[in-house]
């Protein structure tokens, strides 16, 4: 028996080391090829059973620094509608992605979309604009608006809008019980000093400033210089941090050695911030991620 053209790419990419399992195997409809954990949680937020969704990233995988194997992108040019983030977050992916739309590929980026904002680090406009937009939970609620748009182009014959709105609804649920959960962090306080650039949305949503980053450049792909490390650890003295957010995509080995630097207790604490976690984590899903995160956020600054 031969198998549908889409249903062999499927099998295909699950079979192929490396390649994420599929987000709802027993589903039907379109193809929807996400790229990170994250936008394959939402698509799969969006579209229930009425869509096939494939992830290509495994929990905790560094968007930056993840590269797509022969498989996958096979996967990618056969499905009807690929989701990625844009603004350079999946720089494995560039030349695959433009090739894909080259072709023909129904390419949907999502960042360039949600008017994205500049990197936080020292303020500056030169580093472009942040992709992270999904650890604000009001702009994700409208990048599931804007992917369900891109649905309703591949196939009108559902009313993804609808299921966008519900799951928009929830993200902004959710963005309010973050704001209670910090509501006993002083303002004095809400300074973060983070691993890379990547918690800007949430500094904008929650009213923290961004002090400092371990690793500079807005990727984690870029190596900080010995003078960059001694001014963080100076800027940290000078503002009494004692946190420093980590991440579960990234080794910490570089803000460990910040903090020792400090010569005071500094505590490191691992966010998720790129990539949704492995089951039993608390951060399965992106509410789960976000509502996990504020409540580490919290614990450490208060």
């Not at 946190?243 to 604490?269: H, K, M, R, W």
């Amino acid at each position: 028996m031969k198998l549908p053209h889409r249903a062999f790419l499927v099998m295909l990419c699950l079979i192929a080391v490396g390649c994420a399992p599929t987000s709802n195997p027993g589903s039907q409809g379109p193809l929807v090829v996400a790229t990170t954990t994250i936008l394959g949680d939402m698509v799969a937020a969006i579209v229930g059973d009425q869509a096939t969704v494939e992830t290509l990233m495994p929990p905790g995988a560094d968007p930056h620094d993840f590269q797509p194997s022969s498989q996958q992108v096979a996967l990618i040019n056969g499905a009807d509608l690929v989701i990625a983030n844009g603004l350079g977050l999946e720089e494995g992916f560039i030349d695959v992605l433009d090739a894909a739309k080259a072709d023909g590929v129904n390419l949907l980026e999502v960042g360039p979309l949600i008017d994205p904002i500049p990197f936080a680090e020292g303020g500056s406009e030169e580093l472009g604009e942040d992709p992270h937009f999904w650890n604000d939970p009001v702009r994700a609620a409208t990048g599931a608006a804007v992917i369900a748009d891109a649905l309703s182009d591949v196939d009108p014959s559902v009313d993804w809008s609808s299921r966008a709105t519900e799951y928009g609804n929830e993200l902004r649920d959710l963005a309010s019980e973050i704001e209670v959960m910090l509501q006993g962090i002083p303002a004095a306080d809400r300074k973060l000093v983070t691993n890379h650039d990547s918690l800007g949305y949430f500094a904008d949503r929650y009213g923290f400033e961004i002090l400092g980053v371990v690793i500079p450049g807005g990727s984690t792909l870029a190596e900080p210089s010995s003078a960059e490390l001694a001014n963080l650890v100076q800027v940290m003295r000078e503002q009494s941090v004692s946190v420093i957010f980590a991440e579960t995509t990234s080794p910490s080995v570089l803000a460990d050695a910040v903090a020792d630097e400090i010569g005071e207790p500094v505590l490191v604490v691992e966010l998720y911030t790129d990539s949704l976690g492995p089951p039993g984590s608390g951060a399965e899903t992106l509410l789960d991620m976000l509502r996990l995160d504020a409540e580490l956020i919290a614990s450490a600054l208060s």
